[in-house]
């Protein structure tokens, strides 16, 4: 698998990315994401997933399909859950809006990307430093950012959502601790949610991870290119099939602009 996607790829999984919201939402909250990728799809579709190639999914287009993989794999291992013996306590919506928004704050905030070019080729070659972060920005926790970036689009979300996305990470994060590893019985979680979110976006990470390792086995390592502009995808778009971006973002956003 190529470091580098295509113009086409990355149209193709932009499109899906978005396809999800008329597939599992309607409402307020289905107008109120549309708007918000609306705002975001210029920087969204290139954003990288991490910074550092030994990560996961470290180039333009690593955050999209970081996000599919994560909602992908959620939806098959809550089925999983289920064939087990587990009593479902969730919806496939409630699955598919925390994985969509888990790692929202990787986008950066309204203005800025979260992520930059490394501009030190040294780093980059050396060290897979291949972004930097942004250092106008506000700190913030990933997930603080989501949460914000969401409020900020007035998109509500159940208590149960909420600590599933703020638990994504699991105990890898020190935070999620006292949410994770109660020891009272009235304080532990009381939805599977949490472990599902958990689960797919740890294995979506970790075969991200193998993919980049098999694909750069015995290759040097490449500097990350140049970011394309709007202008470039879009001609891609015009040239693709009908499903492309341009028809989609019509049906999506004909009636809300
Ligand atoms: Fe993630």
């Known amino acids: 698998m190529s470091l580098e996607l295509s113009a086409e790829k990355l ?13 599992y939402f309607e409402g307020e909250r289905k107008e109120k994401l549309t708007k918000m990728y609306e705002h975001f799809q210029d920087r969204m579709m290139y954003a990288p ?39 479902p306590d969730w919806t496939e919506e409630n699955i598919v809006f925390c994985a969509m ?32 972060f942004n250092k106008n920005l506000n700190y913030m926790t990933v997930t603080d950012r989501a949460c914000y970036l969401l409020m900020k689009f007035g998109v509500d979300m159940t208590e149960q959502e909420y600590l599933a996305l703020r638990l994504t990470d699991g ?6 601790k006292s949410y994770l590893m109660s020891y009272m019985p009235e304080y532990g979680l009381k939805s599977s949610l949490p472990h599902i979110l958990h689960q797919g976006d740890m294995m979506s990470t970790k075969i991200e991870n193998e993919q980049w390792k098999r694909s750069v086995a015995g290759k040097p390592t490449k500097p990350i290119g140049v970011k394309k502009k709007k202008t470039d995808i879009k001609s891609v778009a015009k040239n693709a099939d009908g499903s492309n971006l341009e028809d989609l973002f019509g049906d999506l956003f004909k009636d809300k602009k």
């Open 11 to 23: 149209l193709e999984n932009w499109n899906k990315l978005i396809g999800y919201i008329p597939q």
């Open 49 to 87: 997933a991490s910074g550092r190639e030994h990560y996961h999914n470290a180039f333009p287009g690593g955050y999209v399909m970081h996000i599919i993989n994560v909602t992908e794999s959620c939806l098959k291992i809550a089925k999983l859950w289920e064939e087990m013996g587990a009593t």
């Open 101 to 132: 928004h888990h790692d929202l704050g990787k986008v950066g905030d309204m203005e800025q990307d979260y992520y930059v070019p490394n501009p030190s080729e040294w780093h980059r070659i050396n060290q897979g430093k291949i972004y930097d």
């Open 171 to 176: 105990l890898y994060e020190d935070g999620n």
